[in-house]
């Protein structure tokens, strides 16, 4: 790349970030403080007509797949493989991560699948294609961010070529899964928490952030052939956060984001922070004493309603923060379109959409829609077993402690509308939740974006569980992908990483995609 | 600390009283209004935008001290009842007071002294069954104020002349007063915001205003007319007559609640109150984006239309609700907004009774809802609500709550948690409310609530309060319901004030109004005190 024409990107790029938060703070500002919750709200307009579905007549059968699995199995092998068994026709290597969920092989201590090195390995994580310095100027994030587990190979170069002659697209693969230590200045892009604590994710509000997310893919789709991207943002803000309305078993989690960035930003939002902050600091004094007086005798849910009446500011920052996420989506969405206005972006929504209305509320798929060409949810049924379970008891523990575990299941099948899911809680990490899941959630999507965007649900292939807990079979895979498609899903992508899958268990994609002559 | 400094001015003030009803007391009275204003404007302004709930445990220290040094209920446990004048007029001041002693150990009267509705005033709502006493027809009643009007009081009202007709000259306070203190018993009046517009000129200069505009049928809180009003009411009666304290009645809910239906009645639609000019400018001041607010609570509205008269959408109700207050958190902002501001106005009516009379007790009567909704019983916090107080009766009318909570799970059901079928939404409140074990949905209109209710709520309220002002639950003692629905039994009184007691009650009101208890059910208060030991 010569000199000239990196100048003239360069300043395209500032020029654009510029444009976009311009564009995003007037969408924001403009019409209220916080958000706009209306459909037609033409964010699309800003970047340019939307692209059409590059895959036309053919249904989208992705596959994401990590780098080592490549280097381990080969490209062309891997790529026969997911052809042959699954009738992929869209790629998507994972091009940047730090997490197991993505990166390297099988999890340590799980049964390692029917193909590839039968060995566990370790992972550093970091970029998994070549880092052009040029694209990262005005990024304080640079220095180690290329991985060094796997030498030179390029998940990109190395994949595309091979890819295309088969007729598979390639769409990248990143996700939020950082590792600070790794990560030279990663503390001057961080979150921080509520009490001030530097956390270990980056801030939506940072420019440093902004600047970072957006060489990445502009670095990846003008030094590559890419037809898409897909970007993995698996954490939410911090009401959920605090309440624990989530599948972990962390006892504590960062209640984020508090940094300058964001109260700057709240406080020309008009958002009281200082309120914010008070109020983010009362509830986790009263997730951290459940039996103290008011909880006592008020009850869980009396009490906690009471907190948020006294502060709706918790509310606000919680709004603030998923509208920030919905942000860097449009950033993204726009650095990727200017590079390439044909290329389609695209966003994996995290497992929980399906298990926490709480989540589900804040992530409006209509509103999403706007700045996507497909969206991806991502109703895993089989580790949704031992996942909702974890989920229930984390929420009956805070939320929801004026019932049992048991009752705050019953709830929550109503709620999300699961009816047909009859498992009890003990049953449920053995039992998994049914491929009826699968098209609820698909169906939900496709009705919330009311044709604006394709939905392509993720399939659960060999997501890890316990070993007493559910595991993937083959029949379930096949249920799954026909539920998908009997809801009127135009594709799926198959879940979560090839390394971690079984190929009998791959197979069953195929044999489903027969049955309907997909 | 904003109680004890209006507490050492309305001390003050009462040199300035006892001097003159005239012009030095107007003087004094704006001096108050102001102050009280200045100090709620900055206990809210000045820790927190919307509300002081950092300050509670400090002030809950010095009323737990005030309410030592008060000695409030004395030795005697404290026994009340709620009465209209009417039941003076029709049966004689003395045979009534001799039938409440006999029957009911009654040693405080709380005579009606204002209200425009049927809850308090008049005889037996017309339909329902006569009581056991008492003229044996059903009257009309006018309503307004069942004490004489002193009018140098309301120079500065907007609203002047409420002297209730129906009655004649019969004054309440005056002419029952004396004849209660003469048998020990203590008078405190009690009145109530239920107004006739139609009957009040100028009652628009202090109504509320609905989120589209139009002109509500209650006043705003935040009006200083409204204030103005009730401030003369006070002053008047307290002036005029050796009152031993006061109750109110504030039998509404903030927005939010009102948009969802989270109550027991069955209109179809609701008042979405208040956005006049006051609370608009209020909102604005404590940095509430009011256009917002306003936005909010239309989508809102918009959303219990949509979701009452269409098919449940994909995201079912508590998602898209949910998601509908994160987009919009002024709606909570909203509804905390007015809580606060009805707050104020206890803070306002308590502090100028205590200019008046620094001995004489202040009380809040807590609308029945509090026992049923969780996000009544959110808003009315207990523990502040003591702040300004010498007393709190909450109200768990077990008896009629049965058709009342099947109602308002009907209410709920049909909002909020249309995700759930009716009989799981009971169940999720029995729960929430802590009320197992209380009847099922098809049972609960005949078979009413147990007595356990009444003492859960008493505990519930003794717990929050935490020693400050004590608690005097209302016992419900035939209460309107249907015919076909849940009656009050003498076994009912009884049980309802054991249990009253037995969670450390020290005392209750009878309620609603003599004029439609019978005395038989009246005598099951008084044989529940006699097994208790209560004179």
Not at chain 1, 132 to 144: M, R, T
Not at chain 1, 458 to 486: C, R, S, W, Y
Not at chain 2, 190 to 210: C, G, H, Q, S, W
Request: proline share 5%; charged share 25%; aromatic share 10%.
């Amino acid at each position: 790349m010569d000199e000239l024409p990196r100048i003239n990107k360069e300043t395209s790029r500032r020029n654009f970030i510029k444009a976009a938060s311009m564009s995003s703070a007037a969408a924001l500002v403009g019409r209220r403080s916080f958000a706009d919750p209306s459909p037609d709200l033409p964010v699309t307009a800003a970047f340019g007509e939307p692209t059409p579905d590059m895959t036309s007549n053919k249904n989208f059968i992705a596959m994401q797949i990590s780098a080592q699995s490549f280097v381990d199995e080969g490209v062309d092998k891997c790529l026969d493989t997911l052809q042959q068994k699954a009738g992929v026709n869209v790629v998507m290597p994972v091009v940047f991560s730090y997490g197991w969920e993505l990166d390297g092989r099988q999890v340590h201590g799980r049964p390692l699948p029917d193909h590839g090195v039968q060995a566990y390995d370790e992972i550093h994580g970091g970029s998994y294609t070549k880092v052009h310095q040029e694209f990262y100027a005005d990024s304080p994030i640079l220095q180690g961010l290329r991985a060094p587990d796997l030498g030179d190979f390029d998940a990109l170069a190395d994949v595309i070529p091979k890819a295309k002659q088969r007729g598979i697209q390639t769409y990248a693969l990143f996700a939020e899964d950082y590792n600070p230590a790794f990560i030279p200045n990663f503390e001057k892009i961080a979150e921080v928490d509520v009490y001030g604590k530097t956390g270990r994710n980056s801030c939506h509000n940072n420019p440093g952030t902004r600047s970072f997310l957006v060489s990445l893919v502009q670095d990846w789709f003008t030094s590559n052939d890419l037809d898409g991207m897909m970007w993995e943002s698996e954490r939410q803000g911090p009401l959920n956060t605090a309440l624990k309305a989530n599948f972990g078993n962390a006892p504590r989690t960062s209640i984020c984001c508090f940094c300058s960035h964001c109260m700057q930003k709240g406080r020309e939002q008009g958002i009281n922070v200082d309120r914010a902050r008070a109020g983010y600091m009362a509830l986790d004094r009263w997730v951290d004493q459940p039996s103290s007086q008011s909880r006592e005798s008020d009850g869980s849910f009396v009490s906690l309603w009471r907190l948020l009446l006294e502060y709706p500011e918790i509310l606000a920052w919680e709004s603030f923060w998923f509208h920030s996420q919905e942000e860097i989506y449009g950033l993204l969405y726009g650095t990727a379109k200017e590079v390439n206005p044909r290329a389609r972006v695209g966003w994996h929504i995290m497992h929980l959409v399906a298990l926490s209305p709480f989540y589900r509320a804040d992530q409006n798929y209509a509103r999403l829609a706007k700045t996507a060409d497909f969206l991806k949810p991502s109703p895993y049924n089989n580790c949704g077993g031992p996942r909702f379970a974890q989920y229930i008891r984390n929420v009956q523990s805070t939320i929801f402690r004026d019932f049992s575990p048991q009752e705050v299941l019953a709830m929550h099948y109503r709620i999300m509308g699961f009816e047909g899911e009859e498992a009890s809680l003990d049953k449920l990490p053995m039992t998994g939740l049914s491929a009826n899941y699968v098209s609820r959630e698909t169906r939900r999507a496709i009705s919330a974006v009311q044709g604006a965007v394709p939905i392509y649900p993720g399939i659960d292939i060999d997501l890890p569980t316990a070993a007493n807990e559910k595991q993937t079979e083959p029949a379930d895979v096949k249920a799954e992908v026909l539920a998908a498609f009997k809801a009127e899903a135009t594709g799926v992508v198959l879940s979560r990483k090839y390394s971690e899958m079984k190929l009998t268990n791959l197979a069953a994609v195929g044999e489903a995609l027969r049955e309907i002559g997909a | 600390m904003r109680i004890e400094q209006s507490q050492s001015t309305c001390i003050e003030g009462k040199k300035e009283m006892d001097n003159s009803v005239g012009s030095s007391n107007e003087t004094s009275r704006r001096k108050f209004l102001k102050e009280v204003s200045m100090t709620s404007a900055l206990a809210l302004a000045g820790g927190t935008a919307f509300a002081r709930a950092s300050s509670e445990r400090q002030l809950s220290n010095q009323s737990g001290q005030s309410s030592a040094a008060q000695n409030r209920t004395e030795s005697k446990k404290f026994v009340a009842i709620q009465i209209g004048a009417r039941s003076f007029v029709d049966e004689g001041v003395d045979k009534c007071l001799d039938t409440l002693q006999e029957k009911a150990s009654v040693n405080v009267l709380m005579p009606t002294v204002f209200t425009y509705g049927r809850g308090l005033a008049g005889r037996q709502i017309p339909g329902l069954p006569l009581p056991d006493h008492g003229v044996q027809t059903y009257d009309e009643i006018h309503g307004g104020s069942y004490t004489k009007i002193h009018p140098e009081f309301y120079r500065n009202s907007v609203i002047q002349d409420v002297r209730a007709p129906e009655l004649g000259d019969f004054d309440i306070l005056a002419d029952v007063t004396p004849k209660a203190k003469a048998r020990g018993m203590k008078v405190y009046c009690l009145f109530e915001e239920a107004y006739n517009p139609r009957l009040m000129p100028n009652f628009e200069k202090v109504a509320e205003v609905d989120l589209y505009g139009k002109i509500g049928r209650s006043t705003c809180f935040n009006n200083p007319n409204a204030r103005s009003f009730l401030t003369s009411l006070v002053q008047d009666w307290f002036t005029n007559n050796d009152l031993d304290g006061m109750m109110w009645e504030s039998e509404r809910q903030g927005p939010l609640n009102m948009a969802l239906k989270a109550d027991f009645s069955s209109g179809a639609r609701r008042s979405i109150c208040c956005f006049c000019k006051h609370c608009l400018r209020k909102g604005h001041e404590l940095g509430i984006n009011i256009e917002r607010a306003r936005t909010g609570y239309v989508e809102l509205d918009r959303w219990v239309i949509q979701v009452t008269t269409q098919p449940l959408p994909s995201d079912g109700s508590f998602v898209t609700l949910w998601r509908l207050l994160l987009e919009y958190p002024e709606i909570l902002a909203w509804e905390n907004l007015w809580f606060h501001s009805q707050e104020e106005m206890y803070g306002l009516i308590y502090g100028t009774v205590k200019e008046v009379n620094p001995r004489a007790q202040v009380g809040w009567h807590i609308m029945h809802l509090v026992t049923m909704s969780p996000f009544y019983q959110a808003d009315q916090n207990y523990a502040r609500l003591a702040h300004v107080s010498d007393y709190i009766k909450p109200s768990p009318y077990n008896n009629c709550a049965g058709p009342r909570l099947a109602q308002y799970v009907k209410n709920v059901q049909s909002t909020i948690f249309r995700d759930f079928t009716p009989d799981e939404v009971l169940e999720l409140h029995y729960k929430i409310l802590h009320l197992e074990g209380e009847p099922g949905l098809d049972k609960l209109p005949t078979a009413g609530l147990s007595a356990n209710y009444v003492g859960r709520e008493t505990e519930r309220a003794l717990a929050d309060v935490h020693g400050a002002v004590p608690i005097y639950p209302g016992i419900d003692i035939d209460i309107p319901t249907a015919l076909n629905e849940k009656r009050t039994q003498p076994s009912d009184v009884k049980a309802a004030v054991l249990a009253a007691f037995k969670a450390g009650a020290p005392g209750v009101v009878l309620s609603r109004k003599y004029a439609e208890m019978r005395l038989t059910n009246l005598a099951g208060a008084g044989e529940a005190l006699r097994e208790l030991d209560v004179r």
